[in-house]
């Protein structure tokens, strides 16, 4: 992810917490999620020369880029324990 694009995710992600706050993503639907984005995703539009249909799939993108890097993150660091000293045993059968 370019820095520009990881600000604009952060710039996003910062107004999502405010207008959203503490809704359950899986209860509400992305249309009424991204609708309440709207403002911002179209003034960065506005200043990024962008249609807003092209930012919403360019901030979808970068939403699940950045999923994807935490989950490896969190892969990474569970293999990272398995492949300990003791391979990951439980202490119960070292």
Do not use: H
Request: net charge negative; hydrophobic share 40%; proline share 6%.
């Amino acid at each position: 992810m370019t820095p520009e694009n990881k600000k604009l995710l952060e710039r996003i992600n910062a107004y999502a917490e405010n207008v959203l706050g503490e809704i359950d993503p899986q209860k509400v639907p992305v249309s009424m999620q991204l609708e309440k984005l709207k403002p911002i995703m179209t003034e960065i539009a506005e200043e990024k020369g962008m249609t807003l249909e092209d930012l919403f799939i360019l901030y979808m993108d970068l939403q699940t880029e950045a999923s994807l890097a935490t989950q490896k993150k969190l892969e990474d660091s569970l293999q990272d324990l398995n492949d300990g000293p003791d391979g990951g045993m439980p202490l119960l059968f070292r």
